[in-house]
């Protein structure tokens, strides 16, 4: 094994499940009966899949990212800054269809390393109804535990939210390999002094782990 941790910690997006493009989903619902309220949205359909893809920069994404906004208040805001006028069960349909299917090679792997004796866990930037679809995939299930920004109160890449995961999956930094897709992410979990690589790929880490 090249990497010799006791804990295996996954991101989630792009490392075990897919996420789907919001241009996608706003392709599949432009079918559906929800599809003119969509299309109004935001002024019109261009409009809205900008400012899907700006979600992460948006105020109410981030504190509900955070838990520090329910459901239902999260939906409200959602309702109002992108002028959706459909209910809270369809907003948080079209929102939890982000998820997608497991990132290819990915649940044999965890499957693999449980068995070579590793433990395996997830660490995710997410939302509660993004977690409700996250729990939904076998490759997620098979995880001892997943931890959540909206659960913590901290996001990657903040060096404290790692150190936060750590103390609830009881881990040591230096036992610990975590696992992004993301280069900043990578960057903010060595800051907190766990071993980090950037995913590229099942194979890949698959070789690294030695299994």
Request: hydrophobic fraction near 45%; proline fraction near 5%.
């Amino acid at each position: 094994m090249k990497s010799h941790p006791s804990l295996l910690l996954l991101d989630v997006g792009e490392v075990l499940l897919r996420l789907r493009s919001w241009k996608d989903i706003l392709d599949r619902y432009a079918r559906s009966p929800h599809g003119p309220a969509l299309s109004a949205a935001a002024g019109s359909a261009e409009a809205l899949l900008a400012g899907l893809d700006g979600l992460h920069s948006w105020e109410p994404y981030q504190r509900f990212e955070l838990g520090q906004l329910t459901e239902a208040q999260f939906l409200a805001a959602a309702r109002r800054d992108f002028r959706l006028n459909l209910s809270d069960e369809i907003l948080a349909e079209v929102y939890g269809a982000r998820i997608g299917p497991a990132v290819e090679g990915m649940e044999r792997l965890v499957q693999d390393a449980k068995a070579a004796g590793l433990r395996v866990a997830g660490f995710s930037n997410t939302t509660p109804i993004h977690t409700e679809r996250i729990f939904d995939s076998p490759v997620v299930r098979l995880l001892d535990r997943l931890v959540t920004s909206c659960d913590i109160g901290l996001a990657k890449p903040d060096p404290e939210a790692y150190r936060a995961a750590l103390v609830l999956l009881e881990a040591k930094p230096e036992e610990t390999l975590f696992v992004d897709d993301r280069e900043d992410n990578v960057a903010g979990a060595r800051a907190a002094g766990l071993s980090a690589i950037v995913f590229r790929g099942a194979d890949q880490l698959r070789a690294e782990l030695g299994i």
